[in-house]
Each structure stands twice: as C-alpha cells, then as structure tokens.
C-alpha cells in the first residue's frame, strides 16, 4: 500500500534560520504532491503542489518543494522561516488517475522561536 | 474567498449514540471528502462522494458510518454506535473535480466519545 512518511516529527528553529522538511513517499507510479499547513486553531490550508513539469514549485508565503522522483521525496523549503511559519505541516500523496484520496505523512511541528 | 465550513467545531457524546458532523463544501465543488485524524496520528482518508454516491471508502469507513448530501448544500458524516475509538478530529474536504485538483480543507470537528 502506498504511505508517505514525515522524517522529522518537531523541528524546532529560531527565527532567520533555513527550513528544510523531509517528506518520502512510497509508490512508483505517477503521482501529485502536495504540502499543507496547519497554523494553530485554524484549518489545514494548501501551501503548494506538484503536478507535473518543473519538479521546483513556489507555494504561498516563501515556500519552494523540490520533487525528486528518483528519491521519491517532495522536501519543503524556506530559506529564512519566521515566528508566523510556527504550525504543523504536512505532506500529501495523491495516485495519479486513481480517485481522489490523499495519503498523507504524520506531520512534522514546526516551532520557530522569536 | 470560499471556504467550506463545519459544525459542530465541538462534540462530546456517550458510547453508543449517534453522531451527524455536518459540512458546507465550496458552492461549486462536485467532490467531497471526509478525513480524520486520531490524536498523535495520521490524516486519514475515509470516504470520497460524488454525484450523490461513494466513489471511494477506506477500510475504516464500515457499516457504522455514512455520508449523505440531503440538500444542494451539506454533506454530512454519520457515525452510528459510537466507539470510544471514534474520538479524532474529522475533517471535510471538497474539490473542483478529481484528477488535478487541489481539496480544499474544512476547519475540522473534534469529536469526543466518553
């Protein structure tokens, strides 16, 4: 079955510092991918998403995801993340052509000290 | 911008009783959803609805639970006989269409059962 997994369960950065989250996935057909963000008390929000063509996309608020297929992995990055990035983020797997259903990683809680 | 919403954001019911967490998808959304997550564990995909019927169910989606859409509007989760274990935070999703699209996330109910 497919699964995708969250290297890091809590990150915890200071303000300024680089932002790398792992995400692998399991499964060798086609896929889309997406990462989500969960700020504190609000609901999941979409901050980008792989399809197909160039494998570095920019999502919302600084944030780039590179996919490597060779690798399997869809990693977020933010160069300098700030106090507002502390939330918990989440990668998503969809099968391509095969329904809607996202698989999703455990999170990762990121904590971004001021 | 179009959000979907759900209530209640809150719920606590006894074992064995049932429950109807309600969602509003986005108006021109054709595909909904319903995830949940269980406290320290994944998101988990339970059903997917389409053109007044299931398009997919995970394993966990059995007897006990079903999904309608009663009016142009809601689209609804029973829960019959709740389990202690049913206790997670149920999330509602819609989308434009399947394939490449992007599910849009409701704010979540969390569901206690005592």
Redesign the interface.
């Known amino acids: 079955a497919q699964s995708v997994s969250q290297h890091n369960h809590h990150v915890i950065l200071s303000e300024a510092a680089s932002l790398e989250l792992g995400c692998n996935y399991s499964y060798g057909g086609t896929v889309?991918l997406?990462w989500?963000v969960q700020y504190p008390g609000?609901?999941?929000?979409?901050l980008l998403?792989y399809?197909s063509g160039d494998p570095l996309v920019k999502g919302i608020k600084g944030f780039e995801a590179e996919f490597i297929k060779s690798k399997f992995s869809f990693n977020l990055r933010k160069p300098s993340v700030q106090w507002s990035d502390t939330a918990e983020y989440?990668c998503?797997v969809k099968v391509?052509?095969q329904?809607?259903?996202?698989?999703?990683?455990?999170?990762t809680e990121l904590s971004v000290k001021p | 911008e179009p959000e979907v919403t759900q209530t209640p954001s809150h719920q606590v019911t006894q074992m064995g009783q049932e429950v109807i967490l309600r969602c509003v998808p986005i108006s021109n959304h054709l595909y909904f959803y319903w995830y949940r997550q269980i406290l320290g564990q994944k998101v988990e995909f339970l059903v997917s609805f389409y053109n007044n019927e299931i398009s997919e169910k995970s394993e966990i989606f059995d007897d006990q639970f079903s999904v309608e859409r009663p009016d142009g509007s809601n689209f609804t989760l029973k829960i019959r006989s709740t389990k202690l274990e049913d206790s997670a935070m149920y999330f509602c999703a819609s989308s434009e269409r399947t394939g490449q699209e992007t599910q849009y996330f409701g704010p979540g109910t969390r569901l206690l059962v005592l």
Do not use: R
């Open positions: 889309n997406f989500y609000q609901h999941l929000q979409l998403k399809f989440f998503a391509y052509n329904g809607g259903k996202l698989i999703f990683g455990q999170g």
